[in-house]
């Protein structure tokens, strides 16, 4: 698995990942824009596609992603999304890890991040790297669920 920072290449792959584990959608703009935004830092984790035909190459395909915006002393995590396929194999730690020390690189002193209450292994995850749950916004969902906000303190 190689994580790298995101490029357009990997738009519609990101798309495709973003649909399948049920993320908000955003268009390819959305993503062209955070891209070119110097405030925001996004990664992909790639894996390999077996061609549909034996005489075709193996295609690298987006199997995890990871943004934030990371602004002054502030990293606000915005996607952690893993392919099922890829969950429970240490890639949504590798990916928060790696958003965690660019921030740090950049100066940023504090972290945070909101998470559906019902999404346990993120909200797992996020605890196992320090995050505490710091706040609860009442039905912050479209679908009326609450948010739990968590804070974590880098430096």
Avoid: C
């Avoid at 429970?88 to 100066?107: K, V, Y």
């Avoid at 993120?122 to 710091?134: C, D, K, M, P």
């Amino acid at each position: 698995m190689n994580v790298r920072s995101m490029t357009v290449d990997d738009i519609a792959s990101a798309m495709r990942l973003a649909a399948v584990v049920h993320l908000p959608e955003w268009s390819a703009q959305n993503y062209v824009n955070e891209i070119a935004n110097p405030a925001a830092y996004f990664l992909v984790a790639e894996g390999a596609r077996e061609p549909e035909r034996a005489d075709t190459a193996r295609e690298s395909v987006v199997i995890g992603m990871a943004g934030a915006h990371i602004v002054a002393d502030e990293i606000e995590v915005l996607i952690i999304a893993v392919h099922p396929d890829h969950q429970h194999t240490g890639m949504g730690t590798r990916l928060l890890s790696q958003l965690l020390s660019e921030a740090a690189a950049r100066g940023a002193r504090n972290a945070w991040l909101d998470v559906r209450e019902r999404n346990e292994p993120a909200s797992r995850l996020y605890l196992r790297h320090g995050f505490q749950i710091v706040h609860r916004r009442k039905r912050y969902y479209k679908d009326g669920e609450d948010a739990l906000i968590m804070s974590l303190t880098l430096a």
